[in-house]
């Protein structure tokens, strides 16, 4: 027996460009091989159950404009009722994976105990589910941002209460994770920054974001959690500077705490872009690092300079992303996780399932186009050809004045050669 949420929605399967149907894949074929490898494999889609079943269509203007039948989400029932209608909505989408906080599938408690009592039967709950439908956890993650205790940040609140309350809400999340199988753990410094410098004690909150973390990676050895620990970063938003501002800045922290061999991250979209960098650079940079982890895959509005966390639907923007996964080997506990919500105006359940075919169609195209610029060669070829003076040379173990004689003795006069980029753009515009 089914909500009935979802009315006479079909399951939507795999139909090929052509179809006329909008409830069907055009190019997302789960079983279809690409690279040697399944496109369902390859993706790993997850959905976020924030936005698709905790947020209510507010924004600063205004409140609530969705009707869902598990609304008010106060009580245990209305917890149990949205997570039957998630499952559903896995379901019919095909989805493997999904990803929660706590504060997303269950009410919070009067009391920190009785909360944590109720993320352990929803756990229970979803791992029933999860058995039933094969859906499994991309990632789990606890919500240190909405209640009004951590209005000052949670590892870098100013009091420590707070950071040990915080401390306690990561160990229910992690232990929820590990419960359900959970391949990543996701900490996003959703309030871990700060408004006003004037304030601000800088070194100290570094610190104590510090100890944070290496506490969380120690508490995960120690419960055997074999996933990855992942940092998301984020420039600002919702506090004015945020500390793990991007992927540069999140490594050279995690050298400072020497993590960077423990930790890596979960690059989001729109993160890359309010941080003034393209999705494919922090990718690409988080790959050379070392830390490359997963990604949440939706769009900003380019005009409103918000995070707007819309679903992808730019097949080129998407392409260039997934030719980064796939440069550094795909994912391995990663995946792409739909951290998009609808439109407030987009009111009826079909409005939820279209943007998550439309997204995951998006996907499975650009990802297509990335492997067809892989197997060609050709844009790594000519990547290779640009460096190649380097094959065989000593230069970088010369110091400056070995070099500056040889200079001299070889009468070297280096030539510019063109960076070729017009050339590489339009050869990338012929696999999409
Ligand atoms: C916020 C954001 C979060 C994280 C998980 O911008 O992206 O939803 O993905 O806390
Ligand atoms: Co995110």
């Known amino acids: 027996m089914t909500t009935g949420f979802f ?26 091989v690409v690279l040697g490898k399944r496109l369902e494999d390859h993706l790993r889609f997850a959905v976020a159950y924030w936005h698709s079943f905790a947020w209510e269509g507010g924004d600063p203007f205004g409140g609530r404009t969705f009707e869902r039948p598990w609304y008010p989400q106060d009580d245990m029932k209305m917890a149990k009722l ?26 919070e408690g009067a009391t920190f105990a009785e909360s944590r009592a109720r993320l352990e039967e929803i756990t229970d709950y ?48 992690l232990d929820a994770t590990q419960k359900l199988g959970g391949q990543n753990y996701v900490l ?52 004015k500077h945020q500390y793990d501002y991007d992927v540069a800045t999140v490594h050279g922290m995690l050298q400072e705490f020497g993590l ?19 999705f494919e650079h922090e990718l690409a940079l988080a790959a050379s690092l070392g830390i490359f982890g997963s990604i949440d895959m939706n769009r900003n509005d380019y005009q409103s300079g918000w995070d707007t966390d819309q679903f992808p639907n730019n097949v080129p923007e998407v392409a260039l992303a997934y030719y980064e996964v796939l440069r550094a080997g795909g994912f391995t506990t990663g995946g792409t996780n739909f951290d998009a919500k609808l439109r407030r105006q987009s009111l009826d359940p079909e409005d939820l399932i279209l943007a998550h075919v439309g997204g995951m169609d998006t996907c499975a195209a650009g990802l297509k186009a990335a492997a067809r610029m892989l197997e060609d060669g050709k844009l790594e070829a000519a990547r290779a050809a640009r460096y190649a003076g380097w094959n065989g040379t000593d230069v970088l173990s010369c110091d400056l004045e070995t070099l500056a004689a040889r200079v001299e003795a070889q009468g070297l006069d280096p030539q510019p050669r063109s960076g070729r980029q017009e050339r590489l753009e339009n050869l990338v515009n012929r696999y999409l």
């Open 7 to 32: 009315g006479d929605i079909p399951t939507i399967r795999y139909e090929g460009p052509d179809t006329d149907n909008a409830f069907a894949y055009r190019h997302y074929d789960p079983d279809a």
């Open 82 to 107: 949205k997570a039957d209608v998630a499952f559903e909505m896995f379901a019919l989408l095909g989805q493997p994976f999904f990803c929660f906080h706590d504060a997303d599938v269950r009410p």
């Open 126 to 173: 979803f791992g029933q589910k999860m058995e039933d439908t094969g859906t499994g956890l991309l990632w789990g993650t606890a919500n240190l941002f909405s209640n009004r205790r951590f209005m000052s940040g949670a590892a870098t609140n100013p009091d420590p209460e707070v950071y040990a309350y915080a401390a306690a809400t990561v160990k229910s999340c």
């Open 188 to 239: 996003w410094g959703g309030r871990e920054g700060y408004e006003t410098l004037l304030n601000t004690d800088l070194r100290r909150e570094r610190d104590q974001f510090g100890r944070f973390l290496a506490m969380v990676c120690d508490y995960a050895d120690k419960i055997g959690f074999t996933g990855a620990i992942l940092i998301e970063p984020k420039p600002q938003e919702p506090t």
């Open 260 to 278: 960077e061999d423990r930790v890596k991250v979960n690059i989001e979209q729109g993160h890359a872009i309010l941080a003034g960098h393209s």
